[in-house]
C-alpha cells in the first residue's frame, strides 16, 4: 500500500522566499508501514540460508596477555567448522571509528590480538553449523593468560604503570597527540586570547569541577551482520550499521584485500544513536567468509552489545569563567580530562566537540581555552554517541553560567541574553595548539536563540514558576534552563551524493549513501528531492546505503544527513529538472529557455503547447536516452542547530528522587523539512536526555566488569519516567542549507542535564555535579546541608 | 519434540527442543516479525498475544503453547495496519524494530479493557520500551486507536 502525499497539517509557507510543496510537510516515513506490520527487513530476517553461526569469545580479564590458548577440542566437535585466534589473522592496525579517512582515531585494534584489554574484548572466533555447537565449542577453547593491572580509574591513567598499548605497534594517520607509553590517546589545546590574563582581571571567577558517566545509545537491535559470497566471488556484508562506506574501507584494510571486492549492505536497522557509527561485528563475520567460503552471522547478545560496545566517554571537566559584576562574561577556561576506553575510536573529535561546542555558545568572550587529555583505561572502549562530546561540554559549561548566574544573583535567561550568540555574529575562532589560525571567520547565519529563550519561557511558566513551588513538607518544585547547540556535518570534511534516475513513467529514483538508522532520512532525502524537482512526493522512490549500488555517504553521523547529503540531493534534482527542461524542449522543437517544468507537463511559455512528462520520459526511454543526474556536496561550514531547553521538577525530599514534571524545548534547526518526524527526534532525544541527567550509567566493578550489562541493570527511561514533554520549533532559514534546513538529531540531546540540575537546584538548595543525579546522590547533598 | 499449536488461527505442527522459546521456534516457522531486544525480558519487543494477552515470547517455552492461540502481527493484518497508519501520523514509528510488540501489545490492552484511563495506558505500556519516539507520540496513536479521550 502507498500513501500519496499525505496532506494533515499540510498548510503551504513561505520559508525565505521560496514555496514550499513538499518540504515542511510531515510526509509519513516511506518505510513506516512496512515496519509496523512486521515485513521481514532486517539483518536477522534476511541472512543467507544456511549460515554458519558465529561466536566470539570473549576476555574475562580487563587487562591481559594470551600466554596460550588451544582449540583443539572445540575443532573435534561436531558441527564446528573453524576457530580462529589471534594467530590466524593479519596483523594490521585499524580503527574502527566510522570517521572519514584519514581518521583522527588511532589504529589501535587488530581483528584479534595476543592482549585483550577490557572485560569483553575477543580473544578467539568461533563459528558452527548451530547456535548450540557454537557456544559448546566457546567452552572448550583453553586460554592462559597472564593478568596484568588493569588501569581502571581514567583519572589515574596517564602514566600508569600498566600501559596499555605499545607505541611501536599503534599509530594514527592524524597528529592528535597519541602517546601511548603514557596511556595517552589524544591531547586538545585550543584557544582565544590570553585567558589566564582576563581572569586574572575579572571581577567575580568562578571555578567548578564536574563530571559526566559513561552511557549507553541502547538500540534495542544489537550489533549484527552476515557475510556471503557472491556469484563473482566478492565478499558481501549484510550489516545493521550506521557506516556502511567506512566499513567498507576497515574491511579493506584490516584484511588486506581490494574494497571492491567487497560489498556492504544496510537493510533496515533497530536503532543506533551513535552505537553503529563503530564498526564492531563485521570483522567476524568477514573473517569466517572469507576463510571458509561459507556464509556466516552473528548476533550480539545483550551482555556482549554492553560490554563490547562503544558507550558515551565518560569526562570530567573544570570549568573556569570570569566576568564582570553585571553578568558580563570575559573568559571561560575549560579543562577536560576523557576516558577512551580500551581503543582510542572517536577519541579525539569527540572531546574536542566538547569544548568547540560549548564555549561557541559565548562568542563575546574576550578570551576562551578549552585543552585537555583523551585517556586509554581498561574499560570497554567508548564510541559516538549522540550528541558527540557536546553534551558532555555543554553540560559543563551550562551548569556553571547557572552558578555564575547564581552567584550575581542574576537570571539564568538575562546572563544568557547578555552572552550568547546571535544570528550574524561571528564564531570564535581557536588557534590549535598555539598555531594562529588563519582561516576566514565563520559567521553563525541563522539563529533564533533569542526566541527560543522567549517561547521556553512561556510554555514552561518561568514567570510563575522561579525558582521554586513548595507542594507539600517533602515535595518541592524547581525550574531550570540551559541553552544548547550542534553542528550540521563536519565542516570541510563531510561529503554527500546522490544520483537520480528518471523512469519510464515518469517518476524518479533517487540512490543515495546516507543511512536511514529510524530516523526517517529516506523520507526527508526523497521529500527535499521532489521539492527539488517540483514533483510531488509520490513520484520519488529512495534506494539507500549499498555501497555497489549507491553513491558514496560518510553515513548517519554528525548530524550532517538532512544538511550534506540534503544538499546533494537538492543540486542533482536542480540538475535533473534542467534535463527536462532541455530535453522536453527538443521534443518540442524550441529552445530551453522557452519552456518550464511545472511538475507534470513541459509547456512552451505563452503557448498552448505542452508534454507530459510521462509522454517525455517513455519517449526517451525508448528511444533516446536516459536521464541521470548526478551530484555531491562537501560542506564548507557546520551551520549550528540551537535549543533552549527549560526543565520542570519535582524533588522528594525524603528520598532524594527526582521526577521530572515540565520539560519545555524550543529548537531551531532551520526549515523543517518534516514537522512530524523533527518534532519525534526532539522527544526521542530529550527522553534521553533525561536518562543521562537521571539514571543511566555504565557501571563498572572493581575488576573492570561491567554491572550494567543487561536492561535489568542498564536503566532506559520507560514512558512513566519523563514526565510532559512540550516541543516547539523556531521560525528560522539557514542560507546555505537544503531549502534553509540545519540538523536536528543530536542538539535534542544537550540541554537537559543542565536545565535539570539547576531546577533541582532551585528545588532544593543543592547540587549535584556529577552525573547522573541519582536519589542517592541527591539525599546525601540535603542531609550535608540540613547538617 | 512436537506440539500442535494455533497461530494465527491455524493448527500447526511444530518440532522443537524442549528448551527452546517461542520466540525462537516462532522465527524458524517464519513468523519473522516476532523479534529479541534484550535478554532479560525487559523491553517488550518480542511480545505476541497467548489467548488474546501480551505476552513476552523471549521467556515463555515452546512446549507450553500446546492448546492456546497464538497470534503475532501477521494474524492481525487489519488491525496492525490501522496502529501503524495511527503510528505514522504521528511520525512515532522510527526505527520500527520495536513495533510488532508493540502492535500486540495495545491489541491486548483493546482487549482488557476498551476503555482505559492515561494512566491505565502508561501502566499497561511500561515494560515496552522504545529509545527513538520518545513515547509522546505514542500515547496519542494508542489514544487514537482505542478512541479514549
Not at chain 1, 566510522?98 to 563459528?127: C, N, T, W
Not at chain 1, 581502571?152 to 597527540?177: N, Q, R, T, Y
Amino acid at each position: 500500500m502507498l500513501w500519496v502525499c499525505w496532506t494533515a497539517n499540510c498548510n503551504k509557507e513561505i520559508l525565505g522566499g521560496e514555496m514550499m510543496k513538499v518540504v515542511n510537510q510531515s510526509i509519513p516515513k516511506v518505510d513506516g508501514l512496512g515496519l509496523v506490520m512486521g515485513k521481514p527487513t532486517y539483518t536477522e530476517d534476511i541472512i543467507p540460508r544456511n549460515a554458519l553461526v558465529v561466536k566470539v569469545l570473549r576476555s574475562p580479564h580487563a587487562f591481559a596477555r594470551i600466554k596460550s590458548i588451544d582449540a583443539s577440542e572445540a575443532l573435534k566437535l561436531p558441527g564446528v567448522e573453524c576457530v580462529f585466534t589471534y594467530k590466524d589473522v593479519p596483523k594490521v592496525p585499524f580503527t574502527r571509528a566510522g570517521q572519514a579517512y584519514p581518521e583522527p582515531s588511532m589504529y589501535d585494534k587488530f581483528i584479534l590480538d595476543e592482549y585483550v584489554r577490557h572485560i569483553g574484548d575477543d580473544v578467539a572466533i568461533v563459528a558452527a553449523v548451530d547456535e548450540v555447537s557454537a557456544e559448546k565449542a566457546l567452552k572448550l577453547i583453553k586460554v592462559e593468560y597472564e593478568v596484568f593491572e588493569p588501569v581502571l580509574d581514567f583519572e589515574k591513567a596517564e602514566g600508569h604503570k600498566s600501559v596499555i598499548h605499545s607505541g611501536d605497534k599503534i599509530e594514527c594517520k592524524v597528529d592528535v597527540g597519541l602517546e601511548a607509553d603514557k596511556n595517552i590517546a589524544a591531547k586538545v589545546d585550543i584557544a582565544m586570547g590570553d585567558v589566564d590574563k582576563v581572569l586574572d582581571d575579572c571581577e567575580v571567577v568562578i571555578r567548578r569541577r564536574y563530571y559526566t558517566q559513561a552511557t549507553h545509545q541502547t538500540m534495542l537491535e544489537s550489533f549484527r551482520s552476515a557475510a556471503y559470497i557472491d556469484e563473482r566471488g566478492r565478499l558481501v556484508i549484510i550489516d545493521s550499521t550506521q557506516i556502511p562506506f567506512h566499513v567498507r574501507r576497515f574491511l579493506a584494510r584490516a584484511f588486506q584485500i581490494p574494497a571492491n571486492k567487497i560489498r556492504v549492505i544496510k537493510p533496515r536497522i533497530g536503532g543506533g544513536f551513535g552505537a553503529k557509527q563503530t564498526a564492531n561485528s563485521e570483522f567476524y563475520t568477514a573473517l569466517v567468509t572469507l576463510k571458509t567460503g561459507k556464509p556466516s552471522r552473528i548476533i550480539y547478545s545483550t551482555e556482549e552489545v554492553f560490554e563490547a560496545g562503544s558507550p558515551r566517554h565518560a569526562m570530567r571537566f573544570d570549568v573556569t569563567i570570569g566576568a564582570d559584576r553585571n553578568g558580563r562574561i570575559r573568559a571561560i577556561d575549560l579543562e577536560g580530562l576523557s576516558d577512551t576506553g580500551a581503543y582510542g575510536e572517536h577519541a579525539y573529535s569527540v572531546f574536542l566537540q566538547a569544548g568547540m561546542k560549548s564555549l561557541n555558545l559565548y562568542n563575546k568572550v574576550e578570551a576562551a581555552r578549552f585543552k585537555g587529555k583523551v585517556v586509554y583505561t581498561n574499560h570497554t572502549p567508548s564510541g559516538a554517541f549522540r550528541g558527540y562530546g557536546a553534551t558532555q561540554g555543554i553540560y559543563a559549561v551550562e551548569s556553571a553560567v547557572n552558578e555564575l548566574a547564581h552567584e550575581l544573583n542574576i537570571s539564568p535567561i538575562d546572563i544568557r541574553k547578555m552572552n550568547m550568540i546571535r544570528q550574524g555574529e561571528a564564531a570564535i575562532k581557536f588557534n590549535f595548539n598555539g598555531i594562529k589560525n588563519t582561516a576566514p571567520t565563520e559567521i553563525v547565519e541563522s539563529c533564533a536563540l533569542d526566541y527560543c529563550i522567549d517561547r521556553g519561557k512561556e510554555l514552561i511558566g518561568w514567570d510563575e514558576k522561579y525558582p521554586r513551588k513548595v507542594i507539600d513538607k517533602n515535595r518541592v518544585r524547581g525550574i531550570g534552563m540551559a541553552i544548547g547547540r550542534q553542528g550540521s556535518g563536519i565542516a570541510n570534511v563531510d561529503m554527500g551524493s546522490a544520483t537520480i534516475n528518471l523512469c519510464d513513467d515518469g517518476s524518479f529514483t533517487l540512490l543515495v549513501g546516507a543511512t536511514d538508522l529510524g530516523t526517517g532520512s529516506d523520507t526527508i532525502l526523497s521529500q527535499i528531492c521532489a521539492e527539488g524537482l517540483g514533483v510531488s512526493f509520490d513520484k520519488i522512490n529512495i534506494i539507500s546505503s549499498d555501497t555497489d549500488i549507491t553513491p558514496f555517504d560518510g553515513g548517519a553521523y554528525a548530524s550532517s544527513t538532512t544538511y550534506v547529503t540534503g544538499n546533494a540531493v537538492k543540486k542533482a534534482a536542480e540538475k535533473m529538472r534542467r534535463l527536462i527542461e532541455e530535453e522536453g524542449a527538443r521534443n518540442l522543437g524550441t529552445d530551453v529557455d522557452k519552456v518550464e517544468f511545472d511538475g507534470k507537463f513541459i509547456k512552451v511559455k505563452g503557448y498552448d503547447k505542452a508534454i507530459s512528462l510521462e509522454e517525455l520520459a517513455i519517449k526517451l526511454m525508448y528511444s533516446q536516452k536516459q536521464l541521470v543526474a548526478s551530484d555531491s556536496y562537501v560542506c564548507h561550514k557546520s551551520p549550528p542547530p540551537y535549543m533552549a531547553g527549560f526543565a520542570e521538577v519535582e524533588v522528594d525530599l525524603e528520598t532524594g528522587k527526582v521526577d521530572v514534571i515540565n520539560f519545555a524545548a524550543v529548537l531551531d534547526v532551520g526549515t523543517v523539512i518534516n514537522p512530524n518526524l523533527a518534532r519525534t527526534q526532539a522527544e526521542g532525544g530529550i527522553v534521553q536526555g533525561i536518562g543521562m541527567a537521571l539514571f543511566e550509567d555504565v557501571k563498572i566493578d572493581s575488576r573492570g566488569k561491567m554491572i550494567t550489562n543487561n536492561l535489568m541493570n542498564y536503566k532506559i527511561p520507560t514512558r512513566k519516567d519523563i514526565g510532559n514533554i512540550i516541543v516547539e520549533f523556531a521560525e528560522s532559514y539557514e542560507p546555505t542549507g537544503p531549502f534553509g534546513a540545519k540538523s536536528i538529531g543530536e542538539v535534542v540531546v544537550n540541554t537537559c542535564s543542565p536545565a535539570i540540575q539547576d531546577a533541582i537546584y532551585n528545588a532544593a538548595g543543592i547540587r549535584v555535579r556529577d552525573l547522573p543525579m541519582t536519589p542517592e546522590k541527591i539525599l546525601r547533598e540535603l542531609k550535608s546541608k540540613t547538617r | 519434540m512436537k506440539a500442535i499449536v494455533n497461530i494465527n488461527n491455524q493448527d500447526r505442527e511444530l518440532i522443537f527442543e524442549p528448551h527452546e522459546y517461542l520466540l525462537d521456534v516462532l522465527r524458524r516457522y517464519g513468523f519473522l516479525s516476532v523479534r529479541r531486544g534484550c535478554d532479560t525480558t525487559s523491553c517488550s519487543v518480542c511480545t505476541i498475544l497467548v489467548d488474546g494477552k501480551p505476552v513476552h515470547s523471549c521467556s515463555y517455552l515452546a512446549a507450553r503453547a500446546e492448546g492456546h492461540k497464538i497470534t503475532t502481527v501477521e494474524g492481525v493484518e487489519e488491525e496492525a495496519r490501522k496502529i501503524a497508519k495511527l503510528l505514522m501520523d504521528e511520525g512515532v514509528d522510527q526505527c520500527g524494530y520495536c513495533s510488532p510488540g508493540f502492535v500486540m501489545t495495545l491489541i491486548g490492552l483493546k482487549n482488557e479493557n476498551e476503555n482505559p484511563s492515561d494512566e491505565e495506558i502508561l501502566d499497561y505500556f511500561m515494560g515496552n520500551l522504545c529509545r527513538c519516539s520518545g513515547y509522546v507520540g505514542q500515547l496519542t496513536a494508542i489514544k487514537k486507536y482505542l478512541g479514549v479521550k
